[in-house]
């Protein structure tokens, strides 16, 4: 017969498990709105750059502008940037994108072109670590809610590999926000830069509650760029000024991409959160009634051996 103080037992702690993975999806949402809020308020920095950008695009060509950022060399040498979580307990977010890496850096490989890796977060710093990869740089221990002055530390890093022609090419490899219960690494060419295919249309994902659910809306936002007028007269040469732009454009670009995986991890954390706590649910449900049986074979054996020792007596 089963033990009844170990069910309850048992039952008290997978109550308390419950409470703990319910906290963890509440404190992810909170953070996905924090992360979703700071992505509004980059907004008007991001499309003053792509204004300025784009007007100096049809004033001057960008292939005949030399500079280093804009420079293709022959590829002997790639830098990947990969972004993962400093922390576990969000499903395949981490193992996803490491995954993408090593199979990217394996395909260059192969094509006969080193490789070193730039790692955000310590889950794939620990994993090319103990796989004694080539490591340039790690950053480890950054804010959740991603920050310009982090993704500026980071550009620094692949703008002095890039420049001191340690590496001709970076690619960047992050997880895509797709909704709350999707999610998808990419690989993205950093550098050298491409302004040329500069992106006007964009998505902001708003975390909303429908029916005490979570949800994910979107919202398309288009940025209406526009020629600089014709008798407008720089003070610098525009090259000059493209060349202090860039820079800034390579910032904005590597903040979205850390922005996307922040979001991609949180709302990886509060589906498998989400996951746990139903699974305890459906655990609690079982030993209950298991609990309940236990009980009332207990009571039935009790009641037979009062009732075989009155007969006895009798």
């Known amino acids: 017969m089963p033990n009844l103080k170990s069910i309850r037992d048992r039952i008290k702690s997978v109550k308390n498990t419950k409470k703990i993975t319910e906290a963890m999806r509440l404190v992810a949402a909170a953070k996905v709105r924090r992360a979703q809020e700071q992505v509004i308020a ?21 292939e005949e502008a030399n500079l280093p950022l804009l420079k293709q060399r022959e590829v002997k040498s790639v830098g990947i940037l990969v972004i993962s979580g400093d922390r576990g307990l969000c499903g395949g977010y981490n193992s996803n994108v490491i995954r993408r890496a090593e199979t990217r850096a394996k395909e260059l490989k192969a094509e006969g072109i080193d490789y070193k890796f730039v790692i955000v977060g310590r889950k794939a710093s620990q994993y090319f ?8 740089a790690s950053f480890t221990g950054l804010e959740q809610i991603p920050t310009a002055g982090e993704a500026s530390k980071i550009a620094d890093e692949l703008l002095s590999l890039f420049l001191s022609e340690s590496v001709d ?35 902001i994902f708003r975390l909303t509650t429908r029916g005490g659910n979570f949800q994910v809306e979107r919202e398309k936002v288009t940025s209406q760029v526009r020629s600089l007028p014709q008798d407008m007269l720089f003070e610098q040469n525009p090259v000059q000024i ?12 590597l903040l979205r991409a850390l922005q996307e995986s922040a979001a991609s991890e949180l709302a990886a954390r509060m589906t498998a ?9 459906e655990l609690i449900g079982t030993l209950t009634l298991s609990y309940n049986k236990a009980r009332q074979a207990a009571i039935t054996q009790e009641l037979l051996e009062v009732v075989a020792g009155a007969e006895a007596l009798g």
């Not at 980059?42 to 960008?62: E, H, I, K, M, N």
């Not at 670590?129 to 340039?136: A, F, L, S, V």
């Not at 493209?242 to 670009?253: G, R, S, V």
């Open 42 to 62: 980059t907004r008007p920095f991001a499309d003053a750059l792509a204004q300025v950008l784009y007007g100096l695009q049809t004033r001057l060509r960008f």
């Open 129 to 136: 670590q103990r796989r004694e990869q080539p490591i340039d």
């Open 169 to 203: 090419r970076v690619e960047l490899v992050y997880t895509k926000f797709v909704s709350l219960i999707s999610s998808r690494p990419v690989i993205q060419t950093l550098l050298p830069l491409d302004p040329q295919g500069l992106n006007t249309d964009d998505e």
């Open 242 to 253: 493209l060349d202090a732009l860039l820079p800034l454009y390579l910032n904005n670009q």
């Open 273 to 281: 959160m989400n996951n746990a706590s139903e699974n305890a649910k």
